[in-house]
């Protein structure tokens, strides 16, 4: 039983793939892992599994293995034919060859001086003012949460499906839900955004 309900969640997850990447361009992936030191302590073993042309945002928080990670993750990302995009630091993501930066919203301002010198660049918003500032700061996609709720530390109030659709239509740049996306859930909204997920990874191919 166990393994029935795996594989319908890997397919759950499949569907709502194919579904995001039709309204996303070839150069951003339908589906994004974020890694995270305590949720996914092996961010390198889940990154392999991920489906074909998947994105990794790798959030190191200052470990000290980061270097040693990154380069597994840009590896990982190689085999998958994905992206590796690393967080809150552009010195880390130029060192091991990533394709990009991920910036957290307070951080924004410094994707200026790294304009230009990664493939893609993305940002956390959680207004659609933060949206609109993500635009002008030439963002490829924003990453906005919590769409459900979230058993993260970090997770604020879900917003649901309804608003995100909403800032979805005012907003000049790509969006992906995060927070509480399951393969349950994720069909809800892949229609609008692109999907982007943290606990839930290690379903995505059934195990």
């Not at 910036?103 to 609109?132: D, M, N, V």
């Amino acid at each position: 039983m166990k393994v029935k309900h795996q594989a319908d969640t890997a397919r759950k997850w499949r569907s709502a793939i194919r579904r995001a990447e039709l309204h996303l361009s070839e150069d951003l992936p339908p589906l994004f892992f974020l890694t995270d030191p305590e949720r996914t302590p092996d961010p390198v073993s889940v990154a392999k599994a991920l489906p074909p042309g998947s994105g990794i945002i790798y959030r190191h928080f200052g470990r000290p293995d980061r270097f040693e990670t990154a380069h597994g993750l840009v590896n990982a990302a190689q085999q998958i034919h994905g992206s590796l995009l690393i967080a809150a630091d552009p010195v880390l993501a130029n060192h091991v060859g990533a394709d990009g930066v991920h910036w957290p919203e307070a951080r924004l301002t410094e994707s200026r001086a790294w304009r230009g010198r990664f493939r893609i660049q993305t940002a956390s918003a959680h207004s659609r003012r933060a949206i609109w500032k993500a635009h002008l700061a030439m963002m490829d996609a924003v990453f906005v949460s919590s769409v459900f709720p979230s058993a993260s530390p970090s997770a604020g109030h879900p917003m649901g499906p309804a608003r995100l659709r909403q800032l979805c239509q005012t907003a000049a740049l790509p969006i992906y839900g995060l927070g509480g996306i399951t393969g349950t859930n994720a069909m809800r909204i892949a229609d609008h955004v692109g999907l982007a997920s943290v606990s839930s990874a290690t379903t995505f191919n059934g195990r």
